[in-house]
């Protein structure tokens, strides 16, 4: 069993694999990005690195309240980004994930305690970040 972080993104749950999670922080104060989709929040400054932060509910098309108040620092294969999140709900391993799955970033889900837990694809989900930042 992999470990993940799980959150919480609108009214939706989802966990990454701890592997690919660097830090769990306050959003923060970000930089808008002239130009950029409208997934792409701006960039704020993390440990001297200038880092895209995405709205993880508009890329995932997840109604919510708009007000990401959560940064996950995610990293896959040397590329990172900042997922603006409303919270992390938890931390550890994730009951058996069935492949089935509607979502182009998700390779799986699962069921937690009556609740259905999204399981992140980080590879997708980059490879989406890096066509929105580009538009």
Do not use: C, W
Not at 27 to 54: D, Q
Not at 92 to 121: M, N, Q, R
């Amino acid at each position: 069993m992999t470990v993940h972080v799980r959150m919480r993104v609108g009214n939706e749950l989802y966990a990454l694999p701890v592997g690919n999670v660097l830090e769990i922080a306050k959003l923060g104060e970000l930089s808008p990005v002239p130009g950029t989709a409208e997934t792409v929040l701006g960039v704020r400054n993390v440990h001297g690195s200038v880092l895209p932060v995405f709205d993880l509910a508009l890329l995932f098309g997840v109604s919510g309240d708009g007000q990401p108040s959560t940064l996950v620092v995610a990293e896959d294969r040397g590329r990172r980004a900042g997922l603006a999140i409303d919270e992390v709900t938890d931390v550890g391993e994730l009951p058996e994930t069935a492949p089935t799955t509607e979502s182009e970033f998700l390779v799986g889900s699962t069921l937690e305690d009556g609740k259905l837990v999204g399981v992140i694809d980080a590879r997708r989900m980059f490879a989406a970040f890096e066509g929105h930042a580009a538009q």
